[in-house]
């Protein structure tokens, strides 16, 4: 069958640009790439323990059988979501399959029409996604600018109408693309005064901040002044699915309007258990201590390079051009490090970069060689 014209187009066009996206399966030996922070998605301690648990609870089932609110629900899953809200400090937690599906459901089907979201423009895509299938007007500030934020609510107000308007205001606690953090008690501060509904997506800093990798809403604790929390599993937990967090009144209206929940079929018990044993690892491992060792070396190491500042795993350094970018990338492969370039229009056009995200696992021998090889290529 032939592709459709206008699709083939679209791909010419990527391919002209140098922005045509590949699939790769070679793994290069140094990762500066995954978001394995803490070595959890290759750790045989959890993949065992894993399988214990399910053959001691005699769990032998492949997959939910359906959608959680048929066949697919179970007592692991009520029993994870307790045991989340434990670690996280939090009311009430729902699984979602994936920190995609918990952003689409949220944003699609808690702001209502006449409702209001203010979105930092860095947001993450599966945010902007579901605030694109959301029923509520929608705006974007200024990357980390409050005043622009409180200047965007204020030019809007005049056009909306403020009658029984709600205001949902979302960031996250650890930019994906840039590494860098907004400042959570100001924002807080701003919206409590207001009577605004902060979101914070904390899918990078799960694993990374606070003494037990617990968030860096935890970190500050802060964690009770958000309405809502987003923490998925497939970056420091190594596995796979995402929580969100909030009261029980939020749960029970995710259960019965988040769509990305309703019409879907639930994990299976092995995910559910994965991210079990992930969690009770993550309270007792000492790579939490490892990554924030690996943080403060690469931090030291590249004091004097232009880096956007990040206390955070994720560290970028700016190479405009998709082209440039994709080159110096391909020469720190070339060495053996698996570095990615970030290019448009995943960010915006002059801002390319190399995104170098760090782990427990990485040695300051890596490091050094590699921030060798980057001065000398760059
Ligand atoms: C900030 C943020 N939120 C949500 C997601 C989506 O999470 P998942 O990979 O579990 O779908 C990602 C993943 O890239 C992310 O970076």
Redesign the pocket.
């Known amino acids: 069958m032939k592709t459709p014209k206008k699709l083939q187009a679209k791909l010419q066009e990527r391919t002209q640009k140098n922005t045509l996206r590949r699939l790769s399966t070679e793994k290069k030996t140094i990762d500066f790439s995954s978001n394995d922070y803490l070595g959890f998605a290759k750790s045989e301690t959890i993949f065992n323990k894993t399988h214990q648990f399910l053959v001691d609870r005699n769990l032998q089932q492949n997959g939910a059988t359906g959608s959680r609110l048929l066949s697919g629900n179970s007592k692991l899953y009520e029993e994870v979501e307790a045991h989340i809200c434990t670690f996280h400090n939090s009311e009430a937690a729902l699984l979602f399959n ?3 599906d918990a ?1 689409i459901g949220f944003f699609s089907s808690v702001p209502q029409r006449g409702d209001a979201i203010f979105y930092d423009e860095y947001i ?1 895509a ?1 945010i902007r996604d579901g605030i694109n299938m959301s029923n509520a007007k929608s705006y974007k500030f200024k990357h980390n600018d409050l005043d622009d934020l409180a200047k965007k609510i204020n030019n809007s107000s005049q056009k909306l109408s403020t009658l029984n308007q709600d205001i949902y205001i979302v960031t ?1 606690s650890v930019f ?1 693309m840039d590494g860098d953090s907004p400042n959570l008690q100001e924002l807080i501060t701003f919206c409590n005064k207001n009577n605004y509904y902060l979101v914070v ?1 904390e ?2 800093a799960l694993g990374v901040f606070g003494t037990h990798g617990e968030g860096l809403l935890q970190k500050l604790g802060v964690e009770q002044e958000v309405f809502a929390r ?1 923490y ?3 970056k420091a937990l190594g596995c796979h699915g ?1 929580v969100i967090l909030g009261s029980n009144e939020l749960r029970t209206y995710l259960v019965n309007f988040a769509r990305s929940f309703v019409y879907t079929t639930g994990l299976s018990p092995h995910a559910v258990a994965t991210i079990k044993i992930a969690y009770n690892e993550l309270a007792e491992t000492i790579a939490t201590k490892q990554l924030k060792d690996t943080i403060a070396t690469f931090k030291q190491a590249t004091q004097q390079l232009k880096f956007i500042p990040s206390n955070s795993a994720i560290h970028c350094y700016i190479i405009s051009g998709n082209k440039n970018v994709k080159k110096a990338a391909t020469q720190l492969q070339s060495k053996g490090f698996d570095v990615k370039p970030i290019v448009s229009p995943t960010i915006p056009e002059g801002k390319e970069r190399l995104r170098f995200c760090l782990h427990a696992y990485n040695s300051t021998e890596e490091i050094e060689e590699m921030i060798n090889t980057l001065t000398s290529v760059h």
Request: overall charge negative; cysteine-free.
């Open positions: 994936s920190g995609y952003n993450h599966s996250e994906s997506d899918a990078h987003i998925t599993f497939g995402a």
